[in-house]
């Protein structure tokens, strides 16, 4: 059974700094790639960043410079470090692994940023 499970969200106000982890179960984690999405109240799911079973990572445009895509293939965990936050980024933040036509998501974690 195919389980990733997500943690680390919670309140913080504007500036502040978060990390997001998302642990994973019953898939070979190291050739997966990995990706954290967020959807905020009332938009569609937006894609975030994402990086590749070699560790590529890719961002985006409004999160480069700010967030931080890693993966710790030892613990079968993806992470999302998320610095210098804004009210835009109030979000429910969802991993997933993807390999070829198959993809598997997280159960989402809250990310209010308000003072």
């Known amino acids: 059974q195919v389980q990733l499970v997500g943690s680390g969200g919670g309140l913080v106000q504007p500036g502040g700094s978060l990390r997001l982890s998302c642990a994973a179960s019953?898939?070979?984690?190291?050739?997966?790639?990995m990706g954290w999405y967020r959807q905020a109240p009332g938009k569609q799911r937006e894609w975030v960043a994402g990086?590749?079973?070699?560790?590529?990572?890719n961002y985006a445009d409004s999160v480069k410079g700010r967030f931080t895509i890693s993966r710790d293939n030892a613990k079968n965990t993806v992470y999302l470090q998320m610095n210098s936050l804004k009210s835009e980024d109030t979000a429910v933040y969802y991993c997933?692994?993807?390999?070829?036509?198959?993809?598997?998501w997280g159960q989402g974690t809250q990310v209010p940023v308000s003072s």
């Open positions: 990086i590749g079973g070699g560790g590529t990572t």
């Open positions: 997933v692994g993807s390999l070829g036509a198959n993809a598997y």
């Open positions: 019953g898939i070979m984690f190291s050739i997966y790639d």
